[in-house]
């Protein structure tokens, strides 16, 4: 078709009150194509532009939407989406916000030229009078682009669509909170006074805090207007809970993407960013920095190796000065993506404290769970006590091996997985927890940290209850968890109290004499005697 051609059937549809805009480009992604020739649809950008469309038309006044970096959000959101709209509606307002001006002028640039360049596939030219990068119109109409950084202004402008696109720049922007406050203010003091009725809202962002916009906004979200959707890297619902995945993916299938990441390449990435970083902003689900029911700050760390090479087994590990050494199993063995991880681990106490030595954290089958046990037990001989939870998979295991290997301990919780943490949490904010550093480690220690950090929200918890469980073990009286946590806490209470008559029991656990932090010191078995001895003179 001409562009003669063009201008007449553009002539003839405005007559009519309809841009033939709306029915040469039914999606966004229409249109990109038409623009680019080399624009991929992937199942995650086709559902984005299903929820654009919801927005356009009506369904939907709040969307967020939250997806790993890099894989055409952005392009979507902020370039097309916009012309796309001013394509079927040439009179809306648009505003874009982003961390900083200059990103959003970039956006509206991009708009700009694409229209200007373009001008018989939009029927529309722009404005001369009004047609900076920052801030533009459509000849004869009221609509156009506005952009602002998220600490400008939006003074006297009336705002039909906005859109905000990754209001945090990066980690150090994120894990401020003066920057965060200076975003929630853009929203409630600049953004969301120039709204009317209809105003449309999309927010879109990678994940780099919980207390970041998304974050606020949908914890505030009490009329429940928000429509969030998450496209995590990596599909890690679980189906046996109800769980789905937006894109209808398998559990641990990874996003086809934009730029023809392979799953080697998704492997690496998760691999060279962290973990924290993967489940923040791949997995759109960060964790609070300083945790939750056990904080990053809690957990110590050594630096010199406690192990050497077994003086009589090559493939073994010796540790000399410890008074006791356990392992801590935490089994799942499907062996599928979607299922939990088997988490092993080897710990060490001497006096009160503890040390992480080792850990195996996989997906294995029955079989592989089988081998990896038996693995572990030959790597560190020492250890006889062997914690296997007592219920769902731990039972067949305890079954299989416990005629084989010396020192299989069924644990049978009676309390939640909260509840178990919640009990051991003072041992770790007290100091007596040790992992090993990296530069010395034989597993990821900072994995553990993570999840324990996101923890009770994280998708994983394997390695929280076994950490749990060898805690409980090692440090507490099972069966007396939480006197002993009452005691702790009374005796920090009793710090504060008027000093007893000299002829208190300093070997009552009672007596506000004891220090809490010289009872921390002291070995466990004693502090269970003395509490015993303490119930029994009560009972009397």
Known sequence: MSSNTDALALAADRLEGRSSAADRYPAPHDLARELDPRVILTPALS???QNLIDVAEGRCRRLIWTMPPQEGKSQRVSRTFPAWLLARDPDLRIAIASYELGTARRWGRAIRNDIASNPEKFGMQISRDTASAQEWQIQDHAGGVYSVGVQGALTGRPVDVLIIDDPIKDRAQAESLVFRERVWDFWTDTARTRFGPDTRVIVVLTRWHEDDLAGRLLAQDVRREWRHINIPAQADHKPEEGQ??????APGEFLTSTRGRTVTDWEDTRHDVGSRTWTSLYQGRPSPESGDVWKRNWWRRYAVPLWSQHPDHPDAYRVEEVDQIVMSWDMTFKDTKSSDFVVGQVWARKGANVYLLDQVRKRLS???TVAAFQAMVKRWPQATAKLVEDKANGTAVINTLKSKIPGIIAVTPTESKYARA???????????TFLPESQIALFDADELVDEAAAFPNATHDD???????ALAYLLLDQTGAHAWINHYRAKV??????????????ADPASPNLDPFDAMSEDPAVIRKRMRDARHRDQQ
């Open 422 to 432: 919640n009990a051991v949490s003072p041992v770790i904010e007290a100091g007596n």
């Open 493 to 506: 209470e009793a710090q504060a109290e008027p000093a007893p008559p000299a002829d208190t029991d300093p």
């Open 244 to 249: 789905t995945d937006p894109l209808g993916r």
């Open 366 to 368: 029955f079989t592989d």
């Open 47 to 49: 559902l984005l532009d």
């Open 463 to 469: 390695q929280v209850d076994a950490t749990s469980q």
